[in-house]
């Protein structure tokens, strides 16, 4: 029997990594994305030219789930908010989306039951990261015990879903390290959060994702309106 795997796929640098990652584990790729109104919704267009890439388009799922949106209460879903620009520092930024991550992975269960998978990748990370709750490794284990509690395939087989986090260990120069190990398409990723034709070089995911280039030594190949340090 096939080994499936459900990927949350943002489109961004960690969860394309993630793809990588899956397929070099033996898994046939099952992509699931997220519209959530998002300032910078271009994500989903490169979440599609990856799922492509890796030649899974036809199994790639773009859920919408808008209402987090409607919800508001992040700088990435309210335009009314400033995106930060001041580099990641102490407490929880207003780029945190309330409860994504809880929405993503039991919308990613559902995925993951309809077809068979026995994994879910996601490419969270407790290091280079923007003090997100729902990163955390304590999250990610209480989230794996519930959804085997709430699905037919964890009260039915002793078959448990898993959910893999490869990265959450890695600063983002060792994630870019592997990916590139990979052959990871970067080009066809996208990490800003304003969600311009070019990456604006300023807001902390930007930040994270230029350095961790630079630890590899090697240029970042998409475009940026400015590169800082």
């Given at each position: 029997?096939?080994?499936?795997a459900?990927?949350?796929?943002?489109?961004?640098?960690?969860s394309?990594?993630?793809?990588g990652?899956?397929l070099?584990?033996?898994?046939e790729?099952?992509p699931?994305?997220?519209h959530?109104n998002?300032?910078?919704?271009?994500?989903v267009?490169?979440?599609?030219?990856?799922?492509?890439?890796?030649g899974?388009?036809?199994?790639?799922k773009?859920?919408?789930?808008?209402?987090l949106?409607?919800?508001?209460?992040?700088?990435?879903?309210?335009t009314a908010?400033?995106?930060p620009?001041?580099?990641?520092?102490?407490?929880?930024?207003?780029?945190?989306?309330?409860?994504?991550n809880l929405?993503?992975?039991s919308?990613?269960?559902?995925y993951?039951e309809?077809i068979?998978?026995?994994?879910l990748y996601?490419?969270?990370?407790a290091?280079?990261?923007?003090?997100?709750?729902?990163?955390?490794?304590?999250?990610?284990?209480?989230?794996e015990?519930?959804i085997?509690?709430?699905t037919?395939?964890?009260v039915?087989s002793?078959?448990?879903?898993?959910?893999?986090?490869?990265?959450?260990?890695l600063?983002?120069g060792?994630?870019?390290?592997r990916?590139?190990e990979?052959?990871v398409?970067?080009?066809?990723t996208t990490s800003?959060y304003q969600?311009?034709?070019?990456a604006?070089?300023?807001?902390d995911?930007?930040?994270?994702?230029?350095?961790?280039?630079?630890?590899?030594g090697v240029?970042d190949?998409?475009?940026?309106?400015?590169?800082?340090?």
């Amino acid at each position: 029997m096939s080994k499936k795997a459900v990927i949350v796929l943002s489109g961004g640098l960690d969860s394309t990594t993630c793809m990588g990652i899956a397929l070099a584990e033996g898994y046939e790729l099952y992509p699931i994305t997220f519209h959530y109104n998002q300032r910078h919704d271009k994500e989903v267009e490169h979440a599609r030219k990856v799922a492509a890439h890796y030649g899974v388009a036809e199994r790639h799922k773009v859920v919408d789930v808008s209402f987090l949106g409607q919800i508001g209460g992040s700088s990435l879903t309210d335009t009314a908010m400033e995106v930060p620009t001041e580099g990641v520092g102490e407490g929880i930024p207003s780029t945190y989306v309330p409860a994504r991550n809880l929405i993503f992975l039991s919308l990613a269960t559902a995925y993951a039951e309809v077809i068979g998978a026995q994994v879910l990748y996601t490419g969270v990370t407790a290091v280079d990261y923007s003090g997100y709750p729902d990163c955390r490794p304590e999250f990610i284990k209480s989230m794996e015990e519930t959804i085997n509690l709430a699905t037919k395939l964890g009260v039915t087989s002793d078959a448990k879903l898993r959910i893999a986090t490869p990265l959450i260990s890695l600063t983002k120069g060792e994630i870019i390290a592997r990916g590139l190990e990979l052959g990871v398409p970067y080009e066809l990723t996208t990490s800003c959060y304003q969600g311009e034709a070019e990456a604006c070089g300023e807001c902390d995911s930007c930040l994270l994702r230029l350095k961790g280039f630079k630890e590899n030594g090697v240029q970042d190949p998409i475009p940026y309106k400015t590169k800082i340090g």
